[in-house]
């Protein structure tokens, strides 16, 4: 079963305005970890932000927001005033348990976001 | 900013030849992983590695594959007899510690096996 799905292969927003991307998870071990990470057409990975399980707030940096439905298993990216420059694929991970023995990291499909002007 | 350096940024080899991949993680940093992407798919695991041995290895990591850390501070992916099917980027990450705490990747190499 997959443990990261995102169910959206493409997205487009306007320029200035905010996007929602789509992430749920599948896990039965109560501490894990999500993250978001970006990639750019010139292939590095970005990491964007972080949420953990236990944490009582959802996450933000910057213009990024992660809003966290933990019963619902889902960890969508927010991304607000999208500009240009956020055109890319973005990936939600999963580590879990949070310490697990080698750290490792679980990517979902990616969703490929355009910025149109 | 501190980052992790991959060497080279593209490899070309023959099928059958060995590759070995390099990589610099962050200075301070404690964990490390292998990752690939094939062209147009998911990033996939292949192994972690910390206090010098390997601490996971997926299932893709197979014999062909070994890493090391010769010094203290390159961190090296070796595949013995590369498959057309290797051909990937192929991620370098490190971490501080596991846990909550975000993994640095490189830049990638870009890995074609003709």
């Known amino acids: 079963a997959q443990k990261i799905t995102q169910t959206q292969p493409g997205m487009f927003v306007q320029e200035k305005e905010a996007v929602t991307l789509d992430c749920t998870y599948d896990t039965s071990d109560p501490s894990y970890g999500l993250f978001w990470y970006k990639q750019p057409s010139s292939g590095e990975m970005i990491f964007l932000i972080y949420?953990?399980?236990?944490?009582?707030q959802n996450a933000t940096e910057g213009r990024y927001s992660l809003n966290f439905q933990k019963a619902r298993k889902s960890a969508n990216l927010v991304i607000s005033a999208s500009q240009l420059g956020d055109s890319a694929m973005y990936f939600c991970?999963?580590?879990?348990?949070?310490?697990?023995?080698?750290?490792?990291?679980?990517f979902g499909q990616g969703t490929e976001l355009s910025v149109k002007p | 900013e501190p980052e992790v350096t991959q060497t080279p940024s593209h490899q070309v080899t023959q099928m059958g030849q060995e590759v070995i991949l390099r990589c610099v993680p962050i200075?301070?940093?404690?964990?490390f992983y292998w990752y690939r992407q094939i062209l147009g798919q998911k990033v996939e695991f292949l192994v972690s590695?910390?206090?010098?041995?390997?601490?996971?290895k997926s299932e893709i990591f197979d014999d062909q594959f070994s890493v090391e850390r010769p010094d203290g501070s390159n961190f090296t992916l070796k595949i013995r007899s590369t498959k057309l099917e290797d051909s990937a980027m192929y991620f370098c990450a490190s971490s501080v510690r596991e846990g909550n705490t975000e993994a640095f990747f490189g830049q990638g190499t870009r890995l074609t096996v003709v």
């Open positions: 949420q953990g399980s236990y944490d009582q």
């Open positions: 991970a999963m580590r879990e348990p949070i310490y697990n023995q080698g750290g490792k990291l679980i």
């Open positions: 200075s301070n940093h404690l964990y």
């Open positions: 590695f910390y206090n010098n041995e390997i601490s996971e």
